[in-house]
């Protein structure tokens, strides 16, 4: 096809009918943008319609956040006296906001919490979803601080149609089960559902965050940065209110106690995808009006999907994920079919190399083998066309079914009773919890609101 500055003007022809206007429109119907939302994840097109890798590079310029540079990973390291994560020393852990304030208020004492969250829409969990809660779970044992899972079931029921209540709550059961083997430690993490987090005797503080932040919240600024239109419904315009709720220390006073205007100095960071950043773009603009911190945040790639870095893994094309239940075989048969960076032919593979930039088994590699010379020894040896495509997805064969047998031994461990104790409103223990007399004020609290939640269940009898 002749590119659009080899197309001839034709005189006498209408401007929108001329070979010119309607080569360009072609062409323009064929390049799409990347869209990346918490509800769409797409690389975009290219002129001739193929699909494009994530940039995030661009991301980062359109969201408006900062890179994770080097001075700023080395003083990561300086401050907490630990290495670095695999994904932070990669770059897989990539950007952030404020990331600098939080490692000021680490160095001071000053105590902090971390956020992250799920929404839940399958029974099992892929490789991808462990991904940040891995690197949670990491800062939280750097960091030794409180962390809140968030399980937004809700969320997921609004914007799925074909879900229902029974279906989401079914997940998050499971979700959370996933969700507790990456190793969480009990003592220090309270995971919630929020249709039964809300609806129960300890969510009165975070449910008048949520009319808070509803109030303060206009119609065009959910628009603007959703995209939400005329059909959505009003319970998804309503959700970033519940989303953002989450990340303030006031919503949680059986954690954080009683005394608002200590509490409400206890700042967050928020472990995510990308994707979700426009939830908490949001909250920082509305948090000073009310009175507290802006939440922190530090943002993950994804997983790219088996077929190809243009998007993410996800769990509603099954071939295109590794779930947490897969079996051995499973894993080596998706791997097998994986996108691969090979050249058409071996002899032409070995005078080329390989190209480990769209290569996903090497990529998967990037993000779960810990051996950072191993991994580059392999980088080396595929590029130069002494590995083989077969012999790069052997080895991702080899790691992923480590990973998914270390994840499976510890799920085995996870007994109901386990999960609703993390799912309990309770006391978490940490540097810098609540006094004696905090704890006894929430204990009092809770006490009368199950009374009065008794005798509202008596007089309806």
């Known amino acids: 096809m002749a590119s659009v500055s080899e197309v001839k003007d034709e005189p006498g022809q209408p401007p929108a009918l001329t070979s010119l206007a309607l080569a360009e429109a072609a062409q323009k119907a064929k390049a799409k943008e990347q869209s990346v939302t918490p509800f769409k994840v797409s690389g975009g097109f290219d002129e001739e319609g193929k699909p494009k890798a994530i940039d995030y590079e661009k991301l980062t310029r359109d969201f408006g956040s900062q890179r994770i540079d080097k001075p700023l990973l080395e003083r990561f390291e300086k401050v907490t006296g630990h290495k670095a994560h695999r994904m932070l020393r990669r770059g897989l852990v990539f950007s952030h906001r404020d990331l600098n304030l939080i490692l000021d208020k680490y160095e001071k004492g000053v105590p902090f919490y971390l956020y992250t969250g799920r929404g839940p829409s399958s029974d099992s969990m892929h490789v991808g979803h462990t991904i940040p809660f891995e ?16 399980l937004t ?8 149609p074909k879900l229902s209540l029974k279906d989401v709550y079914r997940f998050t059961v499971q979700n959370a089960m996933d969700i507790i083997a990456v190793g969480f430690d009990m003592k220090k993490t309270f995971i919630f559902a929020d249709t039964e987090f809300v609806d129960g005797g300890f969510a009165s503080a975070f449910n008048n965050n949520v009319r ?9 600024q959910i ?6 239109n005329k059909s959505n419904n009003i319970a998804e315009f309503s959700f970033p209110a519940m989303q953002s709720a989450t990340a303030f220390a006031t919503s949680f006073p ?9 509490v409400s100095k206890v700042p967050c960071l928020i472990p995510c995808a ?3 950043d426009p939830y908490f773009r949001q909250c920082r603009d509305i948090a000073p009006k009310m009175g507290y911190q802006k939440p922190a945040i530090i943002h993950s790639v994804f997983l790219p999907s088996l077929r190809g870095s ?5 769990a509603s094309e099954p071939d295109s994920s590794i779930f947490l239940s897969d079996t051995d075989n499973q894993i080596k048969r998706k791997v097998g079919k994986a996108f691969s960076g090979g050249q058409d032919t071996a002899e032409e593979h070995r005078k080329i190399g390989g190209r480990t930039a769209v290569d996903v088994p090497f990529q998967y590699l990037t993000f779960f083998m810990e051996d950072d010379e191993e991994l580059e020894r392999i980088r080396v040896e595929y590029e130069a066309g002494k590995m083989q495509s077969g012999e790069m997805k052997m080895a991702c064969t080899k790691e992923l079914q480590a990973y998914v047998s270390g994840f499976r031994e510890r799920r085995r ?3 109901e009773d386990v999960r609703k104790e993390f799912m309990r409103p309770r006391q978490l223990s940490f540097k810098g919890m609540p006094s004696e007399k905090e704890r006894q004020d929430a204990r009092e609290k809770r006490m009368k609101l199950l009374a009065e939640e008794l005798e509202r269940l008596k007089n309806e009898d």
């Not at 079931?153 to 799925?160: A, C, N, R, V, Y």
Request: aromatic fraction near 16%; charged fraction near 25%.
């Open 135 to 150: 690197f949670t779970k990491y800062l939280q044992d750097v960091f030794n601080v409180p962390l809140v899972i968030m």
């Open 153 to 160: 079931d809700d969320e997921k029921f609004f914007h799925t």
């Open 212 to 220: 808070e932040l509803g109030k303060r919240t206009p119609m065009s």
């Open 223 to 228: 628009k603007g940065t959703f995209g939400f």
């Open 254 to 262: 059986f954690i954080f106690g009683t005394e608002v205007k200590k």
């Open 274 to 276: 990308i994707d979700q």
């Open 310 to 314: 243009e998007s993410k893994m996800s």
């Open 413 to 415: 461990a996870v007994t």
